[in-house]
């Protein structure tokens, strides 16, 4: 159990049986009447967000969550595998618990995998990777008919909006939260 002044980003709570992530939260103090914790909620398993607000102080049952570090090691078709880097355990993770992350994992990439009572709720990528890029089409300069950005196809399949400068094999940071780029490696 915690008290609403003790949440933090990415603290997963139990509410009504369910997992919540607290996306973000803020603290709020109005002029009249008493402080108050708005926050957004984003369930684990289902992935749907919702926003509620708790009175400050009051009490919230908190989920053991067990973040371990892993090793993406390959996808055989249906689910993809990691390995544990302490015991060296290989985990089978299905597909629509990977989810978005897929889009940013290589073989071989090391990642968290947060589970709670053995079940596995999600994969936490860093905040952005290398990725190189597989296929563009050469920017003309002078077209700014889509505000100087084309797409392009990561070495992971997914296809981002990439600067016209940047081309083919190339490596690039991408935010993995967003799906953005950011800059050239």
Do not use: C
Not at 42 to 51: E, Y
Not at 58 to 73: F, I, P
Not at 93 to 115: C, H, Y
Not at 123 to 149: F, K, W, Y
Request: hydrophobic share 40%; glycine share 8%; proline share 4%.
């Amino acid at each position: 159990m915690a008290t609403t002044n003790d949440l933090k980003n990415g603290m997963v709570l139990k509410i009504d049986n369910q997992l919540w992530q607290v996306v973000e939260f803020q603290h709020v103090k109005p002029g009249k009447g008493p402080a108050f914790v708005r926050t957004k909620l984003k369930n684990v398993l289902s992935g749907k967000n919702v926003d509620k607000t708790f009175n400050a102080g009051v009490k919230v049952e908190t989920a053991t969550v067990d973040r371990r570090d892993m090793q993406y090691l390959y996808n055989d078709g249906t689910d993809y595998i990691f390995m544990d880097l302490e015991s060296y355990e290989q985990l089978p993770i299905s597909a629509d618990v990977v989810g978005d992350a897929k889009n940013f994992m290589l073989e071989n990439q090391n990642v968290v995998v947060a589970t709670n009572e053995g079940v596995v709720l999600f994969i936490e990528l860093p905040s952005s990777v290398i990725l190189e890029i597989a296929h563009t089409e050469p920017g003309l300069q002078g077209d700014r008919s889509n505000a100087g950005t084309k797409p392009a196809t990561l070495e992971t399949g997914y296809e981002i909006q990439v600067p016209l400068f940047v081309e083919e094999g190339v490596k690039i940071k991408v935010d993995t939260r967003s799906g953005e780029y950011i800059n050239r490696a």
